[in-house]
Every structure is written in C-alpha cells, then in structure tokens.
C-alpha cells in the first residue's frame, strides 16, 4: 500500500473521529445524562490525536507516536473512557425503557379513565372538527368513533343551536374555558339536552379543545317540575289568603256594615244604639285581630322585629312546650345583616321541614343547625324519622307537596340543595350565597 493510500486513510479516520465528537457534543448539549457523552466526546479526541500522531509520524514531522509509551496510554484511556460512557449510556438506556413503560401504563389508565367516563368527552381543533372522542359520546350518539372523526362539531347539535358553535369557540379562545348548555343530535334524531364544559389545551404542541358534555335531561325535568311546584305553591298560597280573607275577614266586615246602616235608624242616646254601637267596636276589634292574624301568616311580626334566630327560637320553644318531640337548635354568627327576603325565606324553608316531620316522620327527635360561614348562609336539618324517597316526593303532588315549596324556594335563591336518608331519619343540607342573593 504506497504511502499516499495511508496517508488519505489516517486522514478521513481523523476527520471521521472528530466528526463524531461533534455529534457527541450536541448530544451533551440536548441530554440531561451528560457525563457519558462527555467521557465518548474525550474518547474521540483521543482517538483524533492517535490519528494526528501517526499522520505526523508517517510525515516524519514527530516521532512521538512511535514510542512505546504514549500510543499504548492513549489506547488505555480510550478503552476506559469509551467502557464508561457506554455503561453509562446502558444505564440511561434502561432508564428510557422504564420510562416507556411507564408512559405506556399512564397511556393505558388515561384510555381506561377516557374510555369508562360516563360524560361525553370530545377532542376538537380550533376550527371545531372532531379529532377524538371517548366510547360513551359514541353510545349516547349511536355512531361509530371513525364516524364521528369526520365531522364537525356543529353536525351533531340539534336544531338551531348548531349556528352558536363558533361563537362558543370564539368564547374558548379569548377565556380558556366556557361552560353552556345545548342540546345534541343522535343519530335517530333523539334531541338531548346537555351542560359542555370546555377548555382550551395544548397537545403535543398543538391548541386543541376538550370538550366534557354530561346528559342533563333528568335536571331538566326536576326543573320543570319545581317550577310547576313553584306556582303550584304561589297558587295554593292565594287560595289560602284568599279563603282566610273571604271566610274570616268578610263575614265581619258584612256585619260590620248591617249594624251601621241599622244605626241610621235609631234614637241617639238610646240604649239599643249604644248595644249597636259597642257591637260595632267588638267586631271591628276582631277584625283589627284577624287582619293581623292574616298579615302574620304572611310575614309574622317576631321575625321583622327580632330577626330569624329569635323567630326560629320563638317557633321551636312553642312546639318543645307541646311535648310531641323535641327539637334541639345551634346558631353560629348569626346576626341581622341578612336581607330580609332571606330571612323570610328560611323561615318559612325551616318551619316547612318542622311541619313535614311532626306530619309524616313519627320523629322524636329533631336538630337544626343555623350558621353563617364566609358570605354563605348553610341550614343543616336532621330527625330521626322514618325518611322517605326525595324523587317521589317531588313527582306525587299530595304527602310531601312542602318538599315542592322547599326545593322551590332553595332555586329562588340559587341555592344548593342536599337530601339523604340516613337510617333512621333524613338529612337536609342548604347554602346560599347571600351575595348572590343580594345582587338579584
């Protein structure tokens, strides 16, 4: 082989080792396991040296390659150096593996999780095109997951609430999130009302929308339903002044005016117009106390004048007296500061729940807790009753029609509304913010 040929050779060897250092050294600049790729990088500067040396040496430029010493030296410390960083990287090579698994099982719960959620989950660009969507939104909406991937979010909204989408990805983009309610279109033709919950995220780099959508029909009828309790009670609640008013009020003002219009008709001074006269006054007395009666019922004094503690306590203390059950109260930083709507509103909420015990619970025992806690009002009602089952109560119009007036009265107020039987007895838990209560 003529010297030229060996020449070239050392050369493109050298130029190939530095080549890999360069390499090397971007890996040492992008990994976080530096040190192996610094022991590889030394490793192929060493190499590149040994190159160097004999290309001097072949030149006769240096003899230094050519002692015993320093080639087998640089020879030791490439070995050692080249061993390290390879075990090294066997190590960080075995810690990717792990990490793959790892990322497969987080992959595999993720699917499991997307896959088992009973709420409709949907994956849209910006643009509103389906990219995936979980195996429940494929049940509630009758097609096939490779079907839906080829449509727009817009087709599968029913009726005129399929216009409204961009406007809602519009609401996405400039807030990160937005919840609304629509309804969405299977492929029956079956309409179903649903809350969508959206967000905007990121996804391999990418903005994309998620969208949670939970079926809201049966909220929709217990809604309807309240409402129609609603006027159902404001109804009832007529009927039942209007009939005090006809049966109480009306008789005694009817004679009230018979005996003055007999009065016309008699001597003054005379005895009989004097009975006639202290008749009038009794009657009109009465009446005075049967239009306070009424206005009572409609808001009793003590509560204007005292505040609903003291018209809560007033209340208890009188059904404790009659010795059917016992009712134990605990108020925690209630004052006056409640509107008094509010105060009316809970009053009538908790003497309702009062009545709907004494009437059908065979109660013994009833506790009622009252507090004020961080602009929230919470009443937390138990007895030791029977219990009885929420959802027919609300749907039969006769037993348990308060449990109607209640619920309404909580939504009035955009409150929240928590029932559970608790063997024995029932649990209610309410709160209401009195901000919100105040701003509407």
Same mark, same amino acid.
């Given at each position: $082989?003529? /010297?030229? =040929?060996?020449?070239? &050779? &050392?050369?493109?060897?050298?130029?190939?080792?530095?080549?890999?250092?360069?390499?090397?050294? !971007?890996?040492?600049?992008?990994?976080?396991?530096?040190?192996?790729?610094?022991?590889?990088?030394?490793?192929?500067?060493?190499?590149?040296?040994?190159?160097?040396?004999?290309?001097?040496?072949?030149?006769?430029?240096?003899?230094?390659?050519?002692?015993?010493?320093?080639?087998?030296?640089?020879?030791?410390?490439?070995?050692?150096?080249?061993?390290?960083?390879?075990?090294?990287?066997?190590?960080?090579?075995?810690?990717?593996?792990? /990490?793959?698994?790892?990322?497969?099982?987080?992959?595999?719960?993720?699917?499991?999780?997307?896959?088992?959620?009973?709420?409709?989950?949907? #994956?849209?660009?910006?643009?509103?095109?389906?990219?995936? #969507?979980?195996?429940?939104?494929?049940?509630?909406?009758?097609?096939?997951?490779?079907?839906?991937?080829?449509?727009?979010?817009?087709? %599968?909204?029913?009726?005129?609430?399929?216009?409204?989408?961009?406007?809602?990805?519009?609401?996405?983009?400039?807030?990160?999130?937005?919840?609304?309610?629509?309804?969405?279109?299977?492929?029956?033709?079956?309409?179903?009302?649903?809350?969508?919950?959206?967000?905007?995220?990121?996804?391999?780099?990418?903005?994309?929308?998620?969208?949670? /959508?939970? !079926?809201?029909?049966?909220? *929709?009828?217990?809604?309807?339903?309240?409402?129609?309790?609603?006027?159902?009670?404001?109804?009832?609640?007529?009927?039942?002044? /209007? *009939?005090? %008013?006809?049966?109480? +009020?009306?008789?005694?003002? @009817?004679?009230? *005016?018979?005996?003055?219009?007999?009065?016309?008709?008699?001597?003054?001074?005379?005895?009989?117009?004097?009975?006639?006269?202290?008749?009038?006054?009794?009657?009109?007395?009465?009446?005075?106390? =049967?239009?306070?009666?009424?206005?009572?019922? %409609? =808001?009793?004094?003590?509560?204007?004048?005292?505040?609903?503690?003291?018209?809560?306590?007033?209340? =208890?203390?009188?059904?404790?007296?009659?010795?059917?059950?016992?009712?134990?109260?605990?108020?925690?930083?209630?004052?006056?500061?409640?509107?008094?709507? $509010?105060?009316?509103?809970?009053?009538?909420?908790?003497?309702? +729940?009062?009545?709907?015990? %004494?009437?059908?619970?065979?109660?013994?025992? &009833?506790?009622?807790?009252?507090?004020?806690?961080?602009?929230?009002? +919470?009443?937390?009602?138990?007895?030791?009753?029977?219990?009885?089952?929420?959802?027919?109560? &609300?749907?039969?119009?006769?037993?348990?029609?308060? #449990?109607?007036?209640?619920?309404?009265?909580?939504? @009035? $107020?955009?409150?929240?509304?928590?029932?559970?039987?608790?063997?024995?007895?029932?649990?209610?838990?309410?709160?209401?913010?009195?901000?919100?209560?105040?701003?509407?």
């Amino acid at each position: $082989m003529s /010297a030229v =040929t060996v020449i070239v &050779i &050392i050369v493109s060897s050298m130029l190939l080792r530095l080549a890999t250092f360069a390499v090397v050294i !971007n890996y040492y600049k992008v990994s976080r396991h530096r040190k192996a790729w610094l022991l590889i990088a030394a490793a192929m500067v060493l190499l590149a040296l040994e190159s160097l040396f004999e290309l001097l040496a072949l030149t006769g430029v240096s003899s230094l390659a050519n002692t015993s010493f320093i080639p087998h030296a640089a020879g030791l410390a490439v070995s050692l150096l080249m061993l390290t960083g390879t075990a090294l990287i066997s190590t960080i090579l075995k810690r990717l593996a792990a /990490a793959e698994k790892t990322k497969e099982n987080i992959e595999r719960r993720f699917q499991m999780l997307f896959n088992t959620s009973s709420d409709q989950v949907f #994956v849209l660009t910006l643009e509103g095109n389906i990219v995936e #969507v979980n195996l429940s939104a494929c049940d509630r909406l009758g097609m096939k997951r490779e079907e839906l991937l080829n449509k727009h979010f817009r087709q %599968i909204k029913a009726g005129t609430s399929a216009e409204g989408v961009m406007d809602h990805i519009h609401s996405i983009k400039n807030k990160g999130k937005h919840i609304f309610e629509t309804e969405l279109l299977s492929s029956t033709g079956q309409r179903f009302p649903v809350e969508i919950n959206c967000r905007l995220v990121e996804i391999d780099d990418q903005p994309f929308i998620t969208c949670i /959508a939970r !079926n809201i029909s049966e909220r *929709k009828e217990l809604d309807k339903k309240v409402r129609i309790a609603i006027i159902e009670t404001e109804e009832t609640e007529r009927k039942r002044f /209007a *009939k005090e %008013i006809h049966d109480g +009020l009306g008789p005694l003002l @009817s004679a009230i *005016k018979l005996y003055v219009n007999e009065l016309d008709g008699l001597e003054n001074g005379s005895e009989e117009k004097k009975e006639f006269t202290q008749h009038i006054n009794r009657m009109i007395n009465e009446a005075v106390d =049967t239009s306070r009666n009424i206005a009572n019922n %409609i =808001t009793p004094k003590i509560l204007a004048d005292f505040g609903l503690k003291q018209a809560l306590t007033t209340f =208890t203390e009188t059904i404790n007296a009659t010795g059917l059950l016992t009712i134990t109260t605990r108020f925690d930083s209630l004052d006056r500061s409640l509107s008094p709507t $509010m105060e009316l509103i809970f009053y009538r909420i908790t003497t309702e +729940l009062i009545n709907n015990t %004494i009437k059908h619970a065979h109660a013994t025992t &009833i506790e009622i807790g009252l507090s004020l806690q961080e602009h929230k009002l +919470l009443l937390n009602y138990r007895d030791n009753g029977r219990g009885f089952d929420l959802q027919q109560a &609300i749907e039969k119009s006769d037993n348990h029609m308060g #449990v109607k007036n209640i619920i309404s009265r909580v939504r @009035s $107020m955009n409150g929240i509304f928590n029932f559970r039987n608790t063997s024995p007895g029932i649990q209610i838990s309410i709160a209401v913010d009195i901000h919100a209560e105040a701003m509407n």
